[in-house]
């Protein structure tokens, strides 16, 4: 500890020894920072707030009809790319500002740095303070400062709606031809399918089940087969009976008249079925062909009897009513057979078609299937489509009357009545102590340079000789009294820095009171 403080005692003596190299380093270094301090250039801040109103009344009206973009989102990009070159050197000609010799890319590149955009912190716990923006640009000149900011705030307030528009306009350009892509896709794939029917028109329906359809016809086959059989039997004890009966009581006579009742009994059969069928139907198209044939058989009898000059006549006095009866239901009963038989041939056919069609159906039915899955799905990306277009245009007009969101001035641009900067009263005793503390070090180090010893000890110590002995040294009265005055000197001289940079402080001071 001694020897700690021997060598703190044995420094100071030695700067105190070069005191006047650290007087003039001090004086110097003062001299220096206060004419720098004082033509650094004042700087005058313009600033202006925005708030940004992100929760718009259209939001929870147009819910499900628009699409619902971030809004928060997008201001938060719109923030960031405000302080850009593009808006920077829009900037610069609205505000009329002036390059004064530098080029512009430079002059772009200062304004980029002086520019500032933050989010206002105005109170703690307001989600609503988080929508206060503060635009904030310092300059030399307050009137520039001002016009900048002012060119600022319109810029931000601007670009939200310009944005929104272009986005707009772009998505639903994206989606218009989008929509022409599928309208082509769905005109191709009906007209695959349109071929695709045509192709196949004569066979049955692709679309059913073909199992069920060949069953379907087998079972009614089946049942057209059993009422033909039952028709035919019929037909068959009709004839049986027919045969034990004559034709007349007690005379002979024609058999004409037995075909006219045919004849009679099947037209009435056939206007039955004509109340009920179409011509079409295969019942209709039988008795029609039945009563074709017995119309024939009676022109071909009356061409025989006329042949036949001696052959017996049927009268109504003669003929046999049980036997007349019998023919009238064995007509009806050939009718009904024919019927039953062309139903049969019909199914039939119809059983032989689907039949044939099984063999070539799945393959039909896996290309209907896949022209089917295509054209569902681009029609339904294409119905798609024009709903979001819907909703794209009514988001458009949305836009157009609301904007992203709605931006207020709450502070219109002002500028400071003061300069801002530099801090002069803060400067200032900073550059005084930074002089003194050059004094110093100035001092320290001119010791460093050329050291002085003050005790044998220390001489020893350094130069690492053996001393042998020592002079010492009696000032005079007169050596002295010249210390005195040197002290005296040094002391007025530090006083002297200090009261400079206190008068200093003294002018701002009272410059500041005057400017308010």
């Given at each position: ?456 000890r220390a001489l020893r110590e350094v130069t690492g000789l053996p001393v042998l002995g020592g002079v010492s040294y009696r000032d005079t009265a007169a050596g002295a009294r010249g210390e005195r005055f040197k002290f005296l000197g040094f002391l007025s001289g530090i006083t002297g820095l200090v009261a400079a940079y206190g008068a200093g402080m003294a002018l701002l001071i009272l410059a500041a009171a005057r400017s308010v």
């Amino acid at each position: 500890m001694d020897d700690l403080l021997r060598l703190v005692v044995s420094e100071l003596r030695g700067m105190w020894r070069r005191r006047w190299i650290g007087l003039g380093v001090a004086w110097l270094v003062g001299v220096l920072g206060g004419v720098v301090l004082w033509r650094v250039p004042d700087r005058y801040e313009a600033l202006a707030r925005v708030y940004v109103d992100t929760q718009s009344v259209l939001k929870p009206l147009m819910q499900g009809l628009t699409v619902q973009p971030n809004v928060d989102q997008q201001v938060t990009m719109l923030s960031r790319s405000l302080i850009s070159r593009p808006n920077v050197s829009r900037l610069i000609e609205m505000a009329g500002l002036d390059y004064q010799g530098t080029s512009k890319e430079d002059y772009v590149e200062d304004l980029m740095r002086r520019l500032q955009l933050q989010v206002a912190n105005v109170g703690s716990g307001n989600q609503d303070n988080n929508n206060i923006y503060t635009l904030t640009f310092r300059d030399s000149d307050p009137v520039k400062a001002k016009r900048a900011i002012d060119s600022l705030a319109k810029i931000f307030v601007e670009s939200s709606r310009g944005q929104s528009r272009q986005d707009s306009v772009d998505a639903k350009a994206f989606i218009e031809d989008q929509i022409k892509a599928y309208e082509k896709k769905l005109e191709e794939a009906e007209n695959r399918l349109k071929d695709f029917r045509l192709r196949y028109v004569g066979l049955p329906d692709v679309g059913r089940d073909l199992t069920g359809s060949i069953n379907d016809a087998s079972n009614r086959l089946s049942e057209a087969r059993l009422q033909l059989r039952e028709a035919e039997n019929a037909r068959d004890s009709l004839k049986r009976q027919l045969t034990g009966e004559d034709a007349v009581l007690s005379s002979p006579g024609s058999v004409v008249p037995e075909i006219d009742a045919r004849i009679d009994a099947l037209k009435r059969n056939l206007d039955t079925l004509m109340q009920r069928f179409t011509e079409q139907h295969p019942d209709v198209v039988g008795a029609k062909r039945v009563l074709a044939q017995l119309e024939e058989q009676r022109r071909q009898d009356l061409l025989a009897q006329q042949r036949a000059p001696a052959r017996k006549s049927i009268t109504s006095e003669n003929a046999n009513p049980v036997y007349q009866e019998l023919k009238v239901s064995l007509a009806r009963a050939d009718a009904n057979v024919a019927t039953m038989q062309t139903r049969v041939a019909e199914y039939e056919t119809r059983y032989r078609q689907l039949k044939d069609s099984a063999r070539v159906m799945p393959e039909i039915q896996a290309e209907l299937a896949k022209l089917n899955r295509d054209y569902e799905v681009n029609k339904k990306n294409y119905e798609s489509l024009v709903a979001r277009r819907e909703s794209a245009q009514i988001s458009n007009e949305m836009g157009v009357a609301d904007g992203v969101a709605e931006f207020r001035l709450v502070e219109p641009p002002r500028v400071s009545s003061t300069p801002v900067a530099p801090n002069r009263k803060f400067l200032l005793p900073l550059v005084l102590l930074a002089s003194l503390g050059a004094g110093v070090l100035a001092s320290l180090w001119a010791n460093k340079m050329s050291p002085v010893f003050f005790d044998g000890r220390a001489l020893r110590e350094v130069t690492g000789l053996p001393v042998l002995g020592g002079v010492s040294y009696r000032d005079t009265a007169a050596g002295a009294r010249g210390e005195r005055f040197k002290f005296l000197g040094f002391l007025s001289g530090i006083t002297g820095l200090v009261a400079a940079y206190g008068a200093g402080m003294a002018l701002l001071i009272l410059a500041a009171a005057r400017s308010v």
